[in-house]
């Protein structure tokens, strides 16, 4: 079964930095496209980066020159490392990815989230 975890949220004060990661995990062929989500109190979930498996990225317009995703292929883990952070930073943070696995003698497709790790950004 193909799992994705996240890790690196926490509390941190505006101007600080975070890194989150996001390791996968089953009997996983290949990833295509990695992203971060986030979802702020009362808020609607919002795209925050992505990468693809060539590793060319997207960002939201908030994050752009803050925040750089960037993907460990070997290990199929992804990363955000969140630099300049600001109180709206403030989200559950989602790491999202679409999976090739491996089912019986088969190879499927499917869209994997993780749990979230909630990034505070407060003084």
């Known amino acids: 079964q193909v799992r994705l975890v996240e890790s690196g949220g926490g509390l941190v004060q505006p101007g600080g930095s975070l890194r989150l990661s996001c390791a996968s995990s089953?009997?996983?062929?290949?990833?295509?496209?990695m992203g971060w989500y986030r979802q702020a109190p009362g808020k609607e979930r919002e795209s925050v980066a992505d990468i693809t498996r060539n590793g060319n990225t997207n960002y939201v317009d908030s994050v752009k020159g803050r925040f750089t995703i960037s993907r460990d292929n070997a290990k199929n883990t992804f990363y955000l490392q969140m630099n300049s952070l600001k109180p709206e930073d403030t989200a559950v943070y989602y790491c999202?990815?679409?999976?090739?696995?491996?089912?019986?003698?088969?190879?499927?497709?499917?869209?994997?989230w993780g749990k979230g790790t909630l990034v505070t950004i407060s003084s």
């Open positions: 999202n990815a679409n999976i090739r696995y491996k089912y019986r003698w088969d190879l499927r497709d499917g869209d994997y």
């Open positions: 089953g009997s996983i062929s290949s990833i295509d496209v």
